[in-house]
């Protein structure tokens, strides 16, 4: 997630503020925790990235990349414990926000150089979104144009004019089929037809041993298919 040309740990950081400063009654610094502290309330530092499960991405559109940022939330001075408690409290009875009492290892503090003090850690989803391609602009004024719609007859022959019944005729963009009949005839009703742009139907023709392809022209009154076995 990304807001306002910010990056997604900016925004991340910015919205969890945003909402422990209402649920704390006052204003949340960012920082790190310090050694000595005269402040009273609250700091919240982001402490780590984690992984998150990804989704897949299918087509032309790419799927965000999902990370958790975890932070840590820690009382900063004597007065900080009323704010902490209303944190947490905010935190278990909407779930906005899930937390982990996970906070008490004397390493972490000794990173810091801070004295161990009560904290929560808060885990907030974050994403990097890729943009989405921009379409091409139209330059020309959209024409609709109607495609005739036909129906496409033919025979399939062997070698000596024979008729072959029983072929499957397939028309390859549409996937509708047929058979021939006892004269090798055969019959394919609403063939798609461009009259402004003609181009070749594609047929697959199976049946007695043989798999092979025809381009046809639609525009032919009887179209002869003839089918011959492979020679060796």
Same mark, same amino acid.
């Given at each position: 997630?990304?807001?306002?040309?910010?990056?997604? @740990?900016?925004?991340?950081?910015?919205? &969890?503020?945003?909402? %422990?400063?209402?649920?704390?009654?006052?204003?949340?610094? @960012?920082? #790190?925790p310090r050694a000595c502290? =005269?402040?009273?309330?609250?700091? &919240?530092?982001?402490?780590?990235?984690?992984?998150?499960?990804?989704?897949?991405?299918?087509?032309?559109?790419?799927?965000?990349?999902?990370?958790?940022?975890?932070?840590?939330?820690?009382?900063?001075?004597? *007065? *900080?414990?009323?704010?902490?408690?209303?944190? /947490?409290?905010?935190?278990?009875?909407?779930?906005?926000?899930?937390?982990?009492?996970?906070?008490?290892?004397?390493? /972490?503090?000794?990173?810091? +150089?801070?004295?161990?003090? #009560?904290?929560?850690?808060? =885990?907030? #989803?974050?994403?990097?979104?890729?943009?989405?391609?921009?379409? !091409?602009?139209?330059?020309?004024?959209?024409?609709?144009?109607? $495609?005739?719609?036909?129906?496409?007859? *033919?025979?399939?022959?062997?070698?000596?004019?024979?008729?072959?019944?029983?072929?499957?005729?397939? &028309?390859?963009?549409?996937?509708s089929a047929t058979r021939t009949d006892p004269e090798?005839?055969? /019959? @394919?009703? +609403?063939?798609?037809?461009?009259?402004?742009?003609?181009?070749?139907?594609?047929?697959? $023709?199976? +049946?007695?041993? %043989?798999?092979?392809?025809? =381009?046809?022209?639609?525009?032919? !009154? =009887?179209?002869? @298919?003839?089918?011959?076995? #492979?020679?060796?």
């Open positions: 997630m990304s807001t306002g040309g910010r990056g997604p @740990i900016e925004t991340a950081t910015a919205e &969890l503020a945003a909402w %422990l400063t209402s649920a704390a009654g006052e204003p949340v610094p @960012i920082g #790190p502290d =005269d402040t009273t309330g609250l700091t &919240l530092w982001p402490l780590e990235l984690r992984p998150a499960r990804q989704t897949r991405s299918s087509g032309a559109v790419r799927e965000p990349y999902r990370f958790t940022v975890r932070y840590l939330l820690c009382v900063s001075g004597p *007065g *900080g414990m009323p704010r902490l408690d209303r944190v /947490l409290t905010a935190a278990t009875s909407d779930g906005s926000y899930p937390v982990a009492l996970e906070a008490g290892e004397a390493a /972490l503090w000794t990173a810091f +150089g801070a004295t161990p003090r #009560p904290a929560l850690l808060i =885990d907030v #989803p974050a994403q990097v979104d890729h943009p989405t391609p921009a379409a !091409p602009p139209v330059l020309q004024p959209l024409r609709l144009r109607q $495609l005739e719609v036909r129906a496409l007859t *033919g025979r399939v022959v062997g070698p000596e004019d024979q008729p072959l019944a029983a072929m499957r005729v397939e &028309l390859s963009s549409t996937g090798g005839r055969f /019959l @394919i009703a +609403g063939v798609p037809h461009d009259p402004e742009q003609p181009s070749p139907v594609r047929l697959r $023709l199976t +049946g007695r041993g %043989l798999v092979l392809t025809a =381009d046809v022209d639609p525009a032919e !009154p =009887d179209i002869v @298919i003839v089918c011959a076995p #492979p020679t060796h």
